[in-house]
Structures are given as structure tokens and as C-alpha cells.
């Protein structure tokens, strides 16, 4: 099986102060060895930050990222960067990334 290494998702990341908050991410994408980025469609208002700044911290970390990017059209053109694969669902994500494929088949 995986590990999901996003500590954010289990509490409130920020009621220990920013700065911790930033180095856990950073230090969750150090541990990881994949990285899931879920795009908004594209011409979302929703413009977030976090995530694009992890992004970029796996890219540069040469970490396997998949993109989930509803409608196919990307959020942004570093979604086109070579060695990033792009789904329009995870369902799609699950079927065929071999990333992937141990969860899937479990």
C-alpha cells in the first residue's frame, strides 16, 4: 500500500504558527515519493497558494507528480513540464498510473 504523508490533513496545520506549518509541508514532500496535485478547472477563481509552491518544491526534488486536472485543459503551464502525468479524474489516475497500481489492486 502507499502512505499519505500530508500531515495537514489530520489537524489544524496553522495553530502551530506559519512557519512550522510551511516546514511540515515542506518536510512531507521530502518524505514523499509522489506527489498528487488537484487542479481547479481551468479559469478557476480559486487560486491557491500552498499547493503551487509545493509543486514546484517536487518538481525541483525530482519527485513523480500526477496532476489531477478536471476538464483536461491545464490550470497552469507548468502542468505541461516533462515526466508529469495528467489525469482527468483520480478514478483515471488509480486505472493507469503504474504509480498508482498497487492501490488499485488492492
Known amino acids: 500500500g502507499h502512505e499519505c504523508t500530508s500531515q495537514?490533513?489530520?489537524d489544524d496545520e496553522e495553530?502551530?504558527?506559519q512557519q512550522a506549518a510551511a516546514l511540515r509541508d515542506v518536510h512531507d514532500v521530502d518524505r514523499a515519493d509522489c506527489v498528487i496535485f488537484l487542479?481547479?478547472?481551468y479559469g478557476s477563481e480559486n487560486r491557491g497558494g500552498g499547493r503551487y509552491f509545493e509543486y514546484g518544491y517536487a518538481f525541483a526534488k525530482q519527485?513523480?507528480?500526477i496532476v489531477i486536472q478536471p476538464g483536461g485543459k491545464f490550470e497552469t503551464v507548468?502542468?505541461?513540464l516533462p515526466g508529469i502525468e495528467i489525469y482527468t479524474d483520480l478514478a483515471?489516475?488509480?486505472d493507469q498510473s503504474s504509480m498508482l497500481a498497487p492501490v488499485a489492486n488492492a
Open 39 to 41: 487542479a481547479e478547472p
Open 78 to 80: 507548468f502542468h505541461a
Open 63 to 65: 519527485k513523480h507528480i
Open 8 to 10: 495537514w490533513l489530520d
Open 15 to 17: 495553530s502551530k504558527g
Open 92 to 94: 483515471a489516475a488509480l
